[in-house]
């Protein structure tokens, strides 16, 4: 995520100023990989809570200052830990509101499996999440692209969620994640009341 990782901090500002996210609450984590990894390193790690649900009104500074402090390092193979942080996250971040979590993931890998796909999505299932992939695709020969990976996942077990391309670098981060929010609340029966352009948040229902 090497090239892509300033992009994502220089539209994270944007995104915090939208008037479609006040009111909302942010939490961070992060992954590189599994120190038992092929080529990783001491240093990596599967995942971190890196700021628990904060206010976007009160708390910008915060996410913001945090989002800067982030590095692209090692993960030495192709997957990484996305499916350990998701599960980790869900776990983490469930009770800190009452209303669905929304899972953003940003990356341009596919995951290790060191959480069973199926316990995953029964996770996601049970705190009524949302599972938004925002993908760079790339891929190795003999593996699936990015997008089909999570795409996969996703159809596979009926969950709600989307997957929404990323351009190579990542510059178009605020776009896909409106994009990804709009798909992923918009396909989802119970709400359909009042959903807007794919590229606005605009679901009519008060669930966002």
Not at 2 to 11: F, R, T, V
């Amino acid at each position: 995520y090497w090239d892509d990782l300033p992009n994502l901090k220089n539209n994270m500002s944007a995104v915090l100023n939208d008037a479609d996210f006040k009111g909302w609450k942010v939490g961070l984590t992060s992954f590189t990989d599994f120190q038992s990894c092929t080529f990783c390193t001491p240093g990596d790690w599967p995942y971190r809570n890196e700021l628990n649900l904060r206010d976007v009104s009160t708390s910008k500074a915060a996410i913001l200052n945090e989002i800067a402090s982030w590095t692209a390092w090692n993960g030495g193979d192709w997957e990484e830990s996305q499916y350990y942080a998701i599960s980790r996250t869900i776990a983490e971040f469930k009770g800190q509101t009452d209303r669905p979590l929304n899972i953003v993931l940003a990356t341009d890998a596919i995951s290790h499996h060191h959480v069973a796909p199926a316990t995953l999505a029964s996770q996601l299932k049970a705190a009524n999440a949302n599972l938004i992939v925002l993908a760079t695709d790339f891929s190795y020969a003999g593996l699936p692209s990015t997008s089909a990976f999570y795409a996969n996942f996703i159809r596979s077990y009926g969950l709600k969620g989307v997957v929404v391309n990323l351009a190579a670098d990542s510059s178009n981060f605020k776009t896909a994640l409106k994009a990804g929010l709009t798909n992923s609340y918009c396909s989802d029966p119970a709400n359909l009341l009042g959903c807007g352009p794919i590229n606005g948040i605009s679901c009519g229902d008060g669930s966002l």
